[in-house]
C-alpha cells in the first residue's frame, strides 16, 4: 500500500514488538488472487476495494519454513503494489481477528530487514528490487 507522498505502508505483528511487515494473507479456495486481496486488506486493515487501486503485481517469490514447521515446507507468494485512496483516518488495525498492534507509513528505503524474520529476508529483498529499485538494508 503506497500513499500519496510514496510511503508504504507497515503494520507491527500483534504481541511481537518490532516486527513490521507488509499486511498479508493467503488466497482461499475459489478465490482469484486480486479477491484475495481485497479480502485480505479488509481483514487486517478494515479498507474497501475501492480504498485503493492496483498499480502492480508479482508472483514467483517463496520463502521456506523453519525445519521444525510439519505439513508445509514453504509458502509461494505474490506481491501487489496498491495505490491508497482513502482518507488517512480509514485505516483501522482494530478488527475482528487483529493481526497488528501499530501502523505506520514509511519510505521504502527507511525498512530494515531486521524488523523480519530470517525466512522472509530474501523475499523482502526481491519485492523491494523489483517494486522499487531498491537494495534492503
Known sequence: MRNREGKILI????GMSGA??????????????????????WEEIGLDAAD?????????????????KKGHDGKDQIYFLCD?????????IQTEHPEFQAYR???????????????KIEVYKAVFKDFFGLTLA
Do not use: C, H, S
Open 11 to 14: 503494520g507491527e505483528r500483534l
Open 20 to 41: 513490521w511487515q507488509f499486511p498479508q494473507g493467503g488466497v482461499d479456495e475459489g478465490e482469484t488472487p486480486e479477491q484475495a486481496l481485497v479480502r485480505e486488506m
Open 52 to 68: 485503493f487501486k492496483i498499480v502492480q503485481q508479482k508472483d514467483g517469490y517463496r520463502y521456506l519454513f523453519p525445519k521444525r
Open 84 to 92: 491508497y485512496l482513502a482518507a488517512d483516518d480509514k485505516i483501522n
Open 105 to 119: 507509513w514509511i519510505a521504502p528505503w527507511e525498512f530494515k530487514k531486521t524488523w523480519l524474520p530470517d525466512m
